[in-house]
């Protein structure tokens, strides 16, 4: 039996296999509480045989949601964030929450709430501007952190995933190009970086080893300006040496200036526009193949990125991008990476870690159309194996396997 489906530990947890459900956002939490297509979808994960599933996203603050449909850290979402862990549990499997502050991120005009950023600057999400998070906001949504923290513990989580990435709030700070600010948070890269340690540990201190501790963070932003390998890969030295978390799942793109760059594949522009509210069709009808650019799909397409974090590091490691085959989870553990996230793959087949498992599969039947993309504002599904009317046709592949 491959060293796979061999037990690892993360912090005072013990997962049963190397495979973990990375977080794509469910489109299931209407009013920002857990619903019954939350639990399920999450259930057939863990009956699916992955260790760990993750919760995206739970935000921190009502203005950290990335728009009215996401949960967020309240006591009206304890009785359904309980019920949700009580069920993967009872299914097998653990569950992480994705906890952060959408910051620039956040639709305004859907959340009711200005979106904090950086600094301030016209946001395309929501047609807003953002504001310029000051010493109050950066000292309460640290508190936000601690707190929503102990909520997830108590709630029953196993593991929090702080997000660092994507350019949501944490990210945004540590861009270049987003921040420009010119005091302690801002400049360079140590003062950058600041926002983030400091959560980091607030978070660890928080919950000490209730749970284990994650960080999601950008290896590269994937635009002019932003954040770059060699900066992150200090920022991930520093995380190292502050001690706060028991691994770093590696990712990159933004979701302000380049989704693409984290999912590679097809860019589904049409599909996108039509999901847009009426006011942002237009514009992306002009900018939506800038936006949403093409990058050809290949398997662990961050590996050669990711190389660079386990030769410099010695924390454990999650490899995250393009795994949808059996031997590239295979060298990822080979190359000295402790787990490996799955998405779009799990999302494909639920069941696919233990076809794998069994010896009755070896790859997933996703063909990277990235179809998936656009219905997290309807119910986040795969249109190859849940079509819905409405739907645009999609192209078969000749490396396609049947699901």
Same mark, same amino acid.
């Given at each position: ?41 999450? $259930? ?14 739970? #935000? ?30 009872? +299914?097998? #499997? ?63 989580? +196993? ?33 950058? #970086? ?162 794998? $498992? ?46």
């Amino acid at each position: 039996m491959t060293q796979l489906f061999e037990p690892a530990p993360l912090g005072p947890l013990t997962l049963k296999n190397r495979f973990v459900k990375a977080a794509t956002f469910e489109g299931a939490s209407p009013g920002g509480l857990v619903s019954d297509r939350l639990v399920e979808f999450h $259930r057939r994960i863990a009956r699916g045989g992955a260790a760990m599933t993750t919760v995206a996203y739970v #935000a921190v603050a009502p203005e950290g949601r990335t728009d009215d449909g996401c949960i967020y850290l309240r006591e009206d979402a304890m009785a359904g964030l309980r019920r949700l862990t009580d069920a993967v549990h009872a +299914d097998g #499997a653990l569950i992480a929450a994705q906890v952060g502050h959408a910051g620039p991120v956040a639709n305004s005009r859907s959340n009711g709430v200005q979106s904090i950023a950086p600094g301030r600057f016209f946001n395309p999400l929501g047609m807003r501007w953002t504001r310029a998070a000051d010493e109050y906001d950066i000292a309460r949504i640290t508190s936000d952190y601690e707190r929503g923290a102990r909520m997830c513990a108590d709630a029953g989580f +196993d593991a929090l995933e702080i997000h660092l990435g994507h350019n949501y709030l944490l990210s945004s700070f540590l861009s270049p190009m987003l921040n420009r600010r010119t005091d302690r948070w801002g400049g360079s890269l140590e003062n950058r #970086a600041r926002f983030a340690r400091q959560v980091v540990t607030a978070v660890r201190e928080a919950v000490g080893d209730r749970v284990a501790v994650t960080a999601k963070l950008n290896m590269a932003d994937g635009y002019r300006g932003g954040l770059e390998v060699e900066d992150s890969l200090q920022v991930a030295r520093w995380l190292e040496e502050d001690g706060a978390l028991d691994a770093i799942e590696l990712t990159g793109g933004s979701s302000l200036a380049n989704p693409m760059y984290l999912f590679k594949g097809d860019a589904p522009v049409k599909e996108f526009r039509k999901t847009l509210p009426w006011y942002l069709r237009g514009g992306f009808a002009l900018v939506g193949k800038g936006f949403l650019k093409q990058y050809p799909y290949e398997e662990a397409y961050f590996l050669p990125m990711a190389r660079r974090y386990r030769e410099a590091l010695d924390m454990p490691l999650i490899l995250l991008g393009g795994i949808s085959r059996l031997d590239t989870a295979e060298r990822g553990l080979a190359e000295g990476f402790e787990f490996v996230a799955m998405g779009r793959a799990l999302l494909h087949d639920p069941d696919l870690v233990e076809k794998f $498992r069994q010896g009755s599969a070896t790859r997933s039947g996703c063909i990277h159309c990235n179809r998936c993309m656009p219905t997290i504002y309807t119910g986040t599904r795969c249109p190859l194996v849940d079509p819905r009317p409405g739907d645009l046709p999609i192209p078969r592949r000749r490396d396609a396997v049947p699901a």
